[in-house]
């Protein structure tokens, strides 16, 4: 039975992918060694992580300025990081977009001597829709503005990335760091976690403008965005393996073609089950059409036995990881670089024979 991983993360990663990294994992490059043995100063690996920073850098458009960081923690830990070094006695602005927004925000709340102003909410809606910005609200004072680029839990998304004039813009693009195509000039700095569209757990990448890093140090040199970049990422041993992975998914998308192409193919896939929802009697969107994701699309039917009952027969027919966030209930199709169109089409095929039998019931 093929099985189609619809998981929020981790996630699915290119079956290519997978299978260079099971050759290299008694023997990289003939060295005799596994990739996961390679110590991390060794030149075998210094390749392997400056390919990645470099395989990022043009996927990405990477300007000069900005530095590329490897680091651990996973995006939870950006969320203290981030105001511990770049909010110190000011005012932290946050767009509150849903649960994990919420999150960071909560997280730079407990940091000391710093004033989180949440400009913008979408509590009205429930965080069906991603709320305008007041225009006011942009106090250029303001140490930074963060926002979630892909709410993955809720399934809205920011369609256009708002202009902060002078107030550096950052953003957590865990869900859907290199399904969008980005201007990373837009933004101060970028974080993501790997394993929802880069590749294993266990790696966070940052992208960072130089003239944003800190030089006031921080408490903890390994909380130190500055520290990081002046050591190149291995003040500690970074997550080699996974660093290995990514660059692996990396060279793998510019086979694809690279951003632009993938965003095509992930509009393709996205429209397959929107509009399949929009043409079903029984499935549903809860989110506004003008905010919808392309990575993680959240459905439901509106009865919770009913939704339960078609998490069941789906898992049984080989989709996994269907059932919607603990937090929200229904059903959420995570739809990465990674997914194939037809698992898409699978479904939408399989929810309309649903259907027809709830129908008949
Ligand atoms: C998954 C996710 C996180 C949390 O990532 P961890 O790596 O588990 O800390 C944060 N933000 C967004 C948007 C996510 O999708």
């Given at each position: 039975m093929t099985i189609y991983n619809f998981s929020a993360g981790p996630a699915i990663l290119p079956q290519e992918v997978l299978q260079k990294a099971q050759a290299s994992l008694l023997n990289y490059e003939d060295s005799g060694m596994s990739i996961m043995e390679l110590?991390?100063?060794s030149s075998l690996f210094l390749d392997v992580i400056n390919q990645a920073e470099q395989l990022l850098r043009d996927l990405m458009k990477i300007p000069e300025n900005y530095r590329v960081l490897f680091m651990q923690g996973g995006a939870s830990l950006q969320f203290s990081m981030i105001p511990l070094n770049f909010a110190q006695h000011k005012k932290a602005l946050y767009v509150h977009t849903g649960a994990w927004a919420k999150k960071a925000i909560q997280a730079a709340q407990m940091v000391p001597n710093v004033e989180v102003e949440v400009?913008?909410?979408?509590e009205a809606t429930n965080f069906t829709a991603i709320p305008t910005i007041p225009e006011?609200?942009?106090?250029?004072?303001?140490?930074y503005i963060h926002i979630t680029?892909?709410?993955?839990?809720?399934g809205v998304a920011f369609q256009t990335i708002p202009d902060t004039k002078t107030i550096p813009l950052i953003a957590?693009?865990?869900?859907n760091i290199l399904s969008n195509d980005y201007q990373?000039?837009?933004?101060a700095m970028i974080y993501a976690g790997?394993?929802?569209?880069?590749?294993?757990?266990?790696l966070t990448v940052v992208i960072i403008r130089e003239d944003f890093?800190?030089?006031?140090?921080?408490?903890s040199p390994m909380l130190d965005y500055a520290v990081q970049a002046k050591n190149e990422s291995m003040y500690n041993t970074p997550p080699t393996f996974a660093i290995y992975m990514a660059g692996l998914v990396f060279e793998w998308l510019k086979e694809q073609g690279g951003v632009p192409a993938i965003l095509k193919k992930n509009q393709e896939k996205a429209n397959v089950l929107y509009d399949a929802l929009e043409a079903s009697n029984l499935f549903s969107s809860p989110v506004d059409p003008a905010s919808r994701s392309l990575t993680n699309i959240p459905f439901v039917t509106g009865d919770d036995a009913i939704d339960k009952l078609f998490v069941k027969e789906a898992t049984a027919a080989?989709?996994?990881?269907?059932?919607?966030h603990r937090s929200v209930g229904g059903m959420r199709a995570s739809l990465y670089?990674?997914?194939?169109?037809e698992g898409v089409q699978a479904l939408v095929e399989f929810m309309h024979t649903f259907e027809q039998k709830q129908g008949e019931k």
């Open positions: 110590s991390h100063r400009i913008a909410t979408g006011e609200a942009f106090d250029q004072e303001a140490a680029t892909n709410e993955t839990i809720g957590d693009m865990s869900s990373v000039e837009d933004f790997a394993q929802k569209n880069i590749g294993p757990a266990g890093l800190n030089d006031t140090p921080i408490f080989g989709f996994e990881n269907l059932k919607g670089n990674a997914f194939p169109l």
